[in-house]
């Protein structure tokens, strides 16, 4: 009897530890971190080097690889999928990855908005008036006003905002999907180059 449990454990160990590799492997090529360093190239250009450094292999529409803009990509030692996902954000996609292929498709949008607002100040708590705020890469802006406050319509759908100023790095802030009206008090950073991710768009 003891012989018998005693392979019985033996398996299930043999079960989990296979598993363990299996899962392990799958998760693998999106956890590798990256290096990457372009300036104003399209989105297909950093994907390919993506590809060489984790053997990910991406699958979007031609059609809508068209519409994308071009972007700046600064990158040390970053996982792959924190790479894929500041991208995509930007150019209004939504990504799934199983096993090692990565998909790209649009983001659908069900036409119903929130409200953010709230401040954008320097680094040192002074408030910055003319910041243009826009979702993402697209021309739908606002600014911030003579007190530095904004406030701004935008989708119900996880949504990412740029806000940019002169002398100042651009930053994007990604708002999680919602229904409540939000308030987001920003600070923005001297244009100094950073070893962090940094994505922009052309």
């Known amino acids: 009897m003891k012989a018998i449990n005693r392979k019985w454990r033996i ?7 296979t598993l363990g590799i299996t899962s392990a492997k799958a998760q693998a090529p999106a956890a590798k971190t990256v290096n990457i360093n372009f300036k104003s190239v399209p989105v297909a250009t950093v994907l390919n080097a993506i590809q060489k450094q984790t053997d990910l292999n991406f699958v979007y529409s031609s059609t809508l690889a068209a519409t994308w803009p071009k972007v700046t990509v600064r990158s040390s030692k970053k996982p792959a999928e924190e790479v894929i996902k500041e991208i995509t954000s930007i150019i209004g996609c939504t990504y799934s990855i199983k096993n090692n292929i990565v998909t790209i498709t649009q983001q659908k949008l069900s036409g119903k908005e929130r409200t953010i607002k709230g401040h954008v100040r320097d680094a040192d708590g002074e408030l910055l008036v003319g910041v243009p705020i826009c979702i993402g890469e697209t021309r739908v802006c606002t600014v911030t006003d003579a007190d530095g406050f904004y406030t701004f319509k935008i989708p119900v759908e ?3 905002l740029k806000y940019s100023y002169v002398g100042m790095e651009t930053a994007y802030v990604t ?6 009206d939000i308030t987001r008090e920003i600070t923005m950073h001297p244009d100094v180059m950073l ?3 940094l994505v922009t768009g052309y």
């Open 11 to 17: 398996c299930c160990l043999l079960v989990l530890i």
């Open 175 to 180: 708002i999680p999907r919602g229904t409540n």
């Open 195 to 197: 070893d962090e991710v």
């Open 158 to 160: 996880q949504t990412t």
